[in-house]
């Protein structure tokens, strides 16, 4: 549905969507910006709750053509802007054109009745938005059960970190909860914590991954906070055979997810 255009960068709407560019007002409105034609067209391909769709008409392509064609069968709120205007909500200095406004999930994760078989990840600590949003593509990948981000961790829907995910953000849980409400609740329905380390702990491919657990990554710089050591059921690391000191966090997460995988791949044909 198309609605009034906006070409006003004084517009006040305009001020409250760019203001989604930082975490207090995210907090506050419960909404997030998501970037770009491909984001968007993932966005719509999910459950994703997509509240407002700006896009700009000297952007546009055969492909945003037919986004925005899309959009609109579907009945959405559609708002033709300015590039000007656009580039003021967008996080990205060159904007391609479209830019959503969308609700934050508010599903709650009920461990009672996750399934077992699939891996939570919990990530504590980490600052990166690059590096947070390859996690979460990869658990995706790995078909995750969810992603658990510790309030001292960036948050997940900082608009680098959505674009980091490449979608990935809309297709499992991710939620910001207190970490060791959650990691209880966890040990009640039997999860082992397996926390990973740059340098202590058995090598992951010799430690036993094939129960339901959740990996807690740390940060790259230091690791696993103080507060959730005493959760930690068993330390993982991968073994640096070569000169480097350490890999970067969201690479070592998510080989030790993929051998996740593995090891319960090879249980299952052997069941």
Request: charged share 25%.
């Amino acid at each position: 549905m198309q609605l009034e255009p906006i070409y006003s960068l004084k517009n006040p709407r305009i001020r409250e969507w760019a203001a989604l560019k930082q975490k207090k007002y995210r907090d506050q409105t419960g909404q997030y910006l998501i970037e770009g034609v491909r984001l968007v067209e993932e966005a719509l391909q999910s459950d994703c709750d997509l509240e407002y769709i700006l896009y700009n008409n000297d952007r546009m392509n055969e492909r945003l053509h037919d986004l925005v064609a899309e959009i609109e069968t579907r009945g959405l709120n559609l708002v033709e802007c300015t590039e000007q205007v656009l580039a003021q909500v967008a996080d990205t200095k060159t904007p391609q054109g479209i830019v959503a406004i969308a609700k934050k999930s508010q599903t709650s994760i009920d461990f009672a009745a996750a399934d077992r078989a699939k891996p939570v990840i919990l990530v504590d600590g980490m600052q990166d938005p690059g590096n947070l949003g390859t996690i979460i593509r990869t658990a995706d990948a790995v078909d995750a059960c969810a992603v658990i981000v510790s309030e001292n961790t960036v948050d997940p829907y900082h608009p680098k970190v959505v674009r980091a995910t490449m979608g990935s953000l809309f297709h499992l849980p991710v939620r910001e909860l207190p970490v060791t409400q959650a990691i209880e609740q966890m040990k009640e329905r039997g999860f082992q914590m397996i926390g990973s380390s740059s340098h202590n702990g058995e090598d992951y491919f010799r430690a036993d991954l094939t129960g339901p657990l959740a990996l807690i990554v740390g940060s790259e710089a230091h690791g696993i906070s103080s507060e959730l050591d005493a959760y930690v059921d068993s330390w993982v690391c991968l073994p640096m055979l070569g000169k480097a000191e350490s890999l970067n966090a969201a690479i070592a997460a998510s080989v030790m997810m993929y051998e996740v995988v593995r090891q319960k791949s090879i249980k299952n044909e052997t069941v």
